[in-house]
Structure formats: structure tokens, C-alpha cells
């Protein structure tokens, strides 16, 4: 079947950025029921509705009865195929402004969006990488033609990119720990580019390459920047998770502290030895830092962390004024609270933890399937 003559096709790049400037829009979401409710797109203005592809195979006027005529249409599916097939019959219908999302859920669950967050006080810039679609957050730091790249995604090719635009060599990528949520692009991308890895070593016992140690003292020069390790020893989500203070202004938590929630303790399977870990680094290490620090997590759980230009980020003073994983005072109620009721955990994270150590090496199709669903790194990510 030709393709109908007026449907249009989105990439992820102008999705995001019409979540960002949270434009109106209507997706019709055709994947299984399921595959919905565990994971979808959202957006300040962005109005979803899930009806199954296969309810639609014999017409798709059930579709009609719930789509506002004349609003911007997104078909959306998992690889790309059903979605177009169902948008035809859409426009076919005689409606107009549809598209259907190019490779799916799979391209938004890929696509990376570099953000300014700052200029350095010695000159040079911060930068984030924010996977809209799951949620996760990368940073590289340039300066004087070097550039360090820190909780890299697999898609190094974006980082080697942009290093390239900005007339970079990256020096430097670092993990602030062992991820269970998605596969680290760091090692790969180190190696392609002869930059050294990090990691932090109380997280890499099991690993089976080398490595540098991310250790106090260690301080790592990025051209005229210093990315300070200290507090080196900030666990909680893992035992070896580190934080990162870069230019005296920017404090990278890793998945330690969200911009509304707090990292979760149980995905090492540690959840009751590290939650003391996780109350003294919130509640002491990092309260005894500069509250002017500007909170940059690696992940986000919900599109209203989402701020301007789609950065996220915080003022370390408003976190421990408006974060409620912050502001829970008996140290029994917190135990609670970080143990208890916490939302499902990652899709495949032992097989992810197992890759991110090189003890397993998926194809690029299984890593991607590994990837697949919401990150689920914070405490509130219901």
C-alpha cells in the first residue's frame, strides 16, 4: 500500500522539541495495554490516549470518536510499522496534521538533547545530555580545547559528535558508580577516543577491565576546569557512589539526590545495609556543602523536573527546603519510606549491572531491548 499523500512523519528531535516548549500535541499511543502503562511519552501539553493496534486492524473509527479534529496528530508504537499503518487509516479517514513518530518508542527512548548549563568561572561550559525518553542525564564539561564526559550513555557517537563541534578531545569519562538502570556508553567511549575511564573502585570489585579510581584527592583537570571527586564517598544507591563538585558551583549527585526524590538503595540488593549510608550522605555530607551548589542528578523521574530549555537542575537550599526524601526527620520513617512500597525496579537490571561490569557483552538489539522502560532510579518514581 502506497502511503497515504498528506501523512507526515516526526523524528524524535522535533518531539522533544515540542515537549520542551511544551507546545499542544495528541499522540495515539497503539502499542499493548501493558507496554503503555509501564512506560509513555509525556509533556506539560501533551494530551495521550492508548488504543491496541490490533483493535484497530478492521478500522479505526474507535480512534476517531477520541482524537480532536484539526490538533497536531503523533501515532506512536514501539518500532515504527503499526504506527504508520494506523495513521494512514487516519488521514484516509480525512483528517488532517497527522504523523507517526519515525522508529518509535525505540528512536525517543534513544534520543539525546544537549542542554548549556553553564558557563565556567575559567572559562569554558557545562553541558547536559538529557535522554528525554528515559529519563537519563550525562554532562561533559569543555574547556580549552579538552572535554570530560561524565555518566556517559551508550550512544557515544552523540558525545564524540558534539566534542567534535566545540573543537574538544575528550580526556576524561567518568561513572559516578555502576549503573543498574542503562548501559554505560563510558568505557566505549573511551576507548574509542584514548580518553581515560573512572570508576568509582568500591563499585568495580566484579568488573572485569581496567580502570582509573575515582578516589578523594583525585581531582581530574579538564583544560582550566577541575572536576573536584569530593565528596568521594557518597553512598546510599551504591556503595560506591561518588559525587562530583565541578568549577565551585556545580555539585553532579549521580543518582544520590533528584531534583524530587531521592536515589532508591534495594537495586545492588543492599537495601537495609545501605539505607544509613544514604540517610548520612543526604542528611550530612551533603548539607555541610555550599547550598549554592547547583544540583545536576543523572537522571530524572517526571517531565515537571524538567526546566527551562529542558535543563534540570536545582539550587542545593531549594532541594532541602522542597525535596521530600530530604525533609523526613525520624530516621525510622526514612528507612521506611527508602525500603518500602518502592516503584518496580528497573526491565533487566541485573543483565544491565552484569554488562556495565563486562562479565556479559550484548548486541546492540539486546542492549537496546535491555534498555527499554522507564529508568526507575528514585525512591517516588511510581
Not at 133 to 140: A, E, F, H, R
Not at 161 to 170: L, S
Not at 224 to 247: L, N, R
Request: proline content about 4%; hydrophobic content about 35%.
Amino acid at each position: 500500500m502506497k502511503a497515504a499523500p498528506n501523512l507526515k512523519i516526526m523524528n524524535a528531535k522535533e518531539l522533544t522539541r515540542i515537549v520542551l516548549a511544551k507546545e499542544e500535541l495528541f499522540i495515539l499511543d497503539v502499542r499493548n495495554e501493558s507496554d503503555f502503562n509501564d512506560w509513555k511519552i509525556e509533556g506539560e501539553s501533551v494530551d495521550i490516549i492508548n488504543i491496541p493496534y490490533f483493535n484497530l486492524l478492521d478500522g479505526v473509527d474507535e480512534a476517531l470518536d477520541q482524537i480532536p479534529d484539526g490538533k497536531k496528530l503523533l501515532v506512536v508504537c514501539a518500532k515504527e510499522g503499526s504506527s504508520k499503518f494506523v495513521a494512514e487509516q487516519i488521514v484516509e479517514a480525512g483528517r488532517t496534521n497527522v504523523h507517526y513518530l519515525e522508529g518509535g518508542m525505540k528512536a525517543w527512548s534513544e534520543h539525546l538533547e544537549p542542554v548549556e548549563i553553564g558557563e565556567l568561572k575559567t572559562g569554558g561550559s557545562l553541558y547536559q545530555f538529557v535522554r528525554i525518553g528515559k529519563g537519563c542525564l550525562s554532562y561533559m564539561v569543555v574547556s580549552q580545547g579538552e572535554a570530560a564526559v561524565i555518566d556517559t550513555l551508550r550512544m557515544t557517537d552523540v558525545f564524540e559528535q558534539f566534542a567534535k563541534e566545540k573543537g574538544a578531545v575528550i580526556k576524561h569519562t567518568l561513572d559516578t558508580h555502576l549503573h543498574a538502570d542503562h548501559i554505560s556508553g563510558g568505557r566505549r567511549l573511551a576507548e574509542q577516543t584514548g580518553a581515560t575511564y573512572w570508576l568509582p573502585p568500591k563499585d568495580a570489585t566484579e568488573v572485569t577491565f581496567t580502570y582509573e579510581k575515582l578516589e578523594e584527592g583525585r581531582d581530574i583537570s579538564v583544560g582550566s576546569a577541575t572536576i573536584q571527586i569530593q565528596p568521594v564517598y557518597s553512598p546510599g544507591h551504591t556503595i560506591g557512589s561518588t559525587s562530583f563538585i565541578v568549577d565551585d558551583q556545580y555539585l553532579l549527585t549521580g543518582d544520590i539526590l533528584f531534583i524530587e526524590s531521592i536515589g532508591r538503595p534495594d537495586l545492588a540488593g543492599k537495601a537495609e545495609d545501605w539505607v544509613g549510608d544514604l540517610r548520612n550522605t543526604l542528611y550530612s555530607r551533603y548539607a555541610e556543602l555550599s547550598q549554592d551548589l547547583m544540583v545536576l542528578p543523572a537522571h530524572f523521574g517526571k517531565v515537571t523536573e524538567l526546566g527551562a530549555g529542558g535543563r534540570v537542575m536545582a539550587k542545593l537550599s531549594d532541594l532541602y527546603q522542597n525535596n521530600p526524601g530530604l525533609n523526613i526527620q525520624q530516621e525510622e520513617e526514612f528507612r521506611r519510606t527508602v525500603t518500602e512500597n518502592l516503584p518496580p525496579q528497573p526491565n533487566a537490571y541485573q543483565e544491565i549491572r552484569q554488562t556495565n561490569m563486562g562479565k556479559i557483552t550484548p548486541s546492540e538489539d539486546e542492549q537496546r531491548e535491555m534498555e527499554v522502560g522507564p529508568n526507575r532510579c528514585a525512591v517516588h518514581d511510581k
